[in-house]
């Protein structure tokens, strides 16, 4: 099942408050930490909308040439199963190659099982695995071609 969504281009501010909401990014990113990664490279922040209301965020920015590295995303927990991640997701890969990157890349951590079975059903492959002190913690790399 989706809902009606509108996806825009955001801001940080827009980005920092909606992630405030989401129960996975407790401690989440103050705006400074969005700035100091965005300003000096290429980047693309995404609002999903729902009634116009914010539901949905995605941030990615350039990591090399070819690469596009989505950064942060997340979705209110009332909308996932909806597909906004998707749409989020789509939006950002057709934005990604038409910019001339051939690769989106992310990272996750092990406990954060629906973030790689999402990768992993949405054509991304692990492509390293970096130990931390537990095992759920665990980075976990995942690339796709685009």
């Given at each position: 099942?989706?809902?009606?969504?509108?996806?825009?281009?955001?801001?940080?501010?827009?980005?920092?408050?909606?992630?405030?909401?989401?129960?996975?990014?407790?401690?989440?990113?103050?705006?400074?930490?969005?700035q100091q990664r965005l300003s000096k490279v290429k980047h693309l922040i995404l609002i999903a909308?729902?009634?116009?209301?914010?539901?949905?965020?995605?941030?990615?920015?350039?990591?090399?040439?070819?690469?596009?590295?989505?950064?942060?995303?997340?979705?209110?927990?009332?909308?996932?199963?909806?597909?906004v991640a998707w749409r989020l997701a789509q939006y950002q890969e057709k934005w990604?190659?038409?910019?001339?990157?051939?690769?989106?890349?992310?990272?996750?951590?092990?406990?954060?099982?629906?973030?790689?079975?999402?990768?992993?059903?949405?054509?991304?492959?692990?492509?390293?695995?970096?130990?931390?002190?537990?095992?759920?913690?665990?980075?976990?790399?995942?690339?796709?071609?685009?």
């Amino acid at each position: 099942m989706s809902v009606e969504l509108v996806i825009r281009e955001g801001s940080i501010a827009e980005v920092v408050k909606l992630a405030q909401q989401i129960p996975e990014f407790q401690s989440s990113y103050p705006p400074e930490e969005y700035q100091q990664r965005l300003s000096k490279v290429k980047h693309l922040i995404l609002i999903a909308l729902h009634e116009q209301q914010p539901v949905g965020f995605k941030v990615g920015y350039q990591s090399s040439d070819h690469i596009f590295y989505s950064w942060m995303g997340g979705v209110l927990p009332q909308y996932r199963q909806q597909q906004v991640a998707w749409r989020l997701a789509q939006y950002q890969e057709k934005w990604a190659a038409e910019n001339g990157y051939t690769h989106v890349r992310f990272k996750t951590r092990n406990y954060l099982k629906p973030m790689l079975i999402f990768g992993l059903k949405n054509g991304f492959h692990i492509i390293e695995v970096i130990p931390k002190a537990s095992v759920k913690d665990y980075r976990i790399i995942l690339e796709k071609p685009l």
